[in-house]
């Protein structure tokens, strides 16, 4: 019977690994923006005085204002996984339902920005635009370009803190498995669970021939005291790239709105 | 930021960061930003680029080190952050050799 010693089988789970693999993504995106941080730098200094003009146009304090938002919620972000790491779920939640709120806020202010722009002519390929020097459609054709990629991976990153925020809102499942009794011991008997008092709760079907592996699988919640950080790779992963759309805004708002 | 509490992790013997960094580390960033809304008012010329780029640096450097943890991970993170950085500039830097001097 050694088979039965209790052999427990964890879930694998590579947190350094996950984490690396995240971090490698996001040198993915920092090199598709890099592209276009290139491409407007380039322009920029072949078109200084079109750019200089052109950017009067955007409104610097809706600019502001979204800069204000997004660091704001890089704070709240950092401070769920902060809070999770110290077991308080709730507030965790809370924090990330904050930080899903202003995500939100940003975009609707996007929304009102470009709708602006639109209404005084101001869209890709738009009649008034190509009446104005090439510099100027070329600063508007990089305005849209970079704010739609990064607004897109706001709404990105909006849907991927909302799913985390629901996968943490449950407490995760461990799970043990006491696995591989030997048939043969228990062959032509049934397997039962039994209460402390010996009564019956759950009876198995008779072991017979189709039967060839007989396991135990034990799942149990976590008390908060259990709550150890490698759990909540998702979260913290989901966070790392919140920062970085943020870290891209960064960029994106002296370049466009201060530099006129 | 350097007196900022951190509290040693029981499990992987990680270092957990106190609140009161984040919470330093914020309110750095929006000092910054007033820096550059402001130094954008003053109309320096060529010198408002540069500072602009590079007070962004800074609140990127801001986020990087302390939002996503760079400063207390393992140094093959920053290592890979920094080559990273590295092969954007080589990139910028060789395309400014042709556009420069063309």
């Known amino acids: 019977m050694s088979a039965t010693t209790g052999l427990a089988i964890g879930h ?15 040198f993915t995106e920092l090199l598709l923006f890099g592209g276009m941080f ?40 950092v401070l769920a996984v902060a809070t999770m790491h110290a077991a308080k779920r709730k507030t965790a939640i809370a924090l990330l ?12 202010n996007k929304y009102f920005e470009w709708g602006a722009k639109f209404e005084h002519g101001i869209y890709p390929n738009s009649e008034f635009l190509l009446q104005h020097p090439k510099g100027e459609i070329l600063f508007f054709g ?65 072991i017979d021939d189709s039967v060839d592996n007989v396991a135990v699988r034990l799942k ?41 | 930021m350097a007196g900022g509490k951190t509290v040693k992790d029981e499990h992987s013997g990680e270092q957990h960061v106190g609140y009161d960094v984040y919470i330093l580390a914020w309110v750095a960033l929006l000092i910054l930003t007033a820096v550059t809304v402001t130094v954008a008012g003053l109309h320096l010329g060529r010198l408002s680029v540069l500072t602009a780029v590079a007070i962004a640096g800074v609140k990127a450097s801001v986020v990087l080190f302390f939002f996503m943890h760079l400063k207390y991970e393992k140094p093959l993170f920053r290592t890979m952050v920094y080559v990273t950085l590295g092969a954007l500039v080589v990139f910028i830097g060789l395309t400014f050799t042709d556009i420069l001097f063309r």
């Open chain 1, 38 to 77: 290139l491409l407007y730098s380039v322009y920029r200094t072949t078109h200084a005085e079109d750019f200089h003009y052109a950017a009067q146009e955007l409104d610097t304090l809706v600019g502001t204002m979204n800069t204000l938002i997004l660091l704001t919620s890089s704070l709240t972000m």
């Open chain 1, 142 to 206: 990089l305005y849209f370009s970079m704010t739609g990629l990064h607004g897109l991976h706001v709404i990105v990153g909006v849907i991927l803190l909302t799913v985390t925020a629901f996968k943490t809102a449950k407490r995760p499942y461990e799970e043990v498995v006491f696995g591989g009794a030997g048939v043969a011991a228990i062959d032509g008997a049934r397997v039962a669970l039994l209460d402390p008092a010996g009564k019956p709760l759950w009876s198995s079907d008779p």
């Open chain 1, 220 to 260: 149990y919640r976590p008390l908060p005291r259990r709550v150890r950080k490698e759990d909540y790779a998702l979260l913290e992963n989901a966070g790392l790239y919140w920062h970085l759309v943020d870290i891209i805004w960064i960029f994106l708002f002296p370049l466009f709105y201060l530099i006129t």
């Open chain 1, 97 to 108: 339902a904050l930080t899903i709120a202003l995500g939100l806020w940003f975009l609707v």
């Open chain 1, 12 to 26: 694998h789970r590579d947190y350094a690994g996950a984490k690396i693999g995240m971090w490698v993504f996001l």
